[in-house]
């Protein structure tokens, strides 16, 4: 009787191997990897935002994007499936010569019309209708047939609130170094690009990873 306690010993040695086993070879060997399934910040993006202790997913598009509204279906649902811990967020991109998403979304959302923000989004995931609608004259009847009054948007999108917001997000777009879209950045420190975000179960699995990966990150 006097060798059980040694035999018990004998018995968790192997599982307790085993555990720190496990744990090294998913750190040296991850289910997925930087600069492939995603990419890291050298430096995490700080976020000025409001996050309510939530972990913040940001969502770049333009609407000269073929499947941006596609990705922003996944991401609202998958921070419908986690609202607990996960919030998105959505921004179009800016730069000092490409302007047009930015004040059209921008301008609709000052107007009250976010959700035709969003249908704009969809009905420009075809190329050619993007090219027709990015003429204002073409743009105007469109936002006309789903209710829209042209001539408040028109004034909306020329006003000095749109111009401070345009600059705003033309340095958002700099300070996330957002070179393509969609672009989506989690919590200021991963990002992934169309070689995730194009395949629904991929995205969920890469975005369950970083998220498990924060999550215990901020744990320790």
């Known amino acids: 009787m006097k060798f059980w306690p040694y035999f018990l010993l004998l018995l968790l040695i192997p599982t ?35 996050t309510d202790n939530k972990i913040l997913v940001q969502s770049f598009f333009d609407y000269d994007c073929r499947n941006c509204s596609d990705v922003q279906d996944v991401l609202e649902l998958y921070a419908q499936l986690n609202s607990n811990s996960v919030m998105v967020k959505n921004y179009p991109v800016a730069l000092p010569k490409a302007q047009f998403s930015a004040r059209t979304f921008y301008s609709l959302q000052a107007v009250g019309r976010e959700d035709v923000a969003d249908s704009l989004l969809l009905e420009t995931s075809d190329k050619q209708m993007y090219n027709k609608l990015s003429k204002m004259d073409n743009l105007l009847k469109w936002l006309e047939k789903k209710g829209v009054d042209g001539r408040t948007f028109k004034e909306m999108y020329n006003s000095p609130e749109i111009a401070v917001a345009l600059n705003d997000m033309v340095e958002m777009t700099e300070k996330y170094g957002v070179f393509t879209y969609p672009f989506v950045v989690i919590q200021g420190k991963y990002a992934l690009t169309n070689s995730t975000l194009y395949n629904d179960d991929y995205t969920f699995a890469v975005m369950d990873y970083l998220i498990k990966e924060l999550t215990r990150e901020k744990a320790e």
């Open 16 to 50: 307790a191997f085993a555990k720190n086993a496990a744990e090294s070879s998913r750190l040296e060997n991850p289910r997925f990897k930087d600069g492939k399934d995603y990419f890291s910040y050298s430096s995490p993006v700080k976020i000025d935002e409001k």
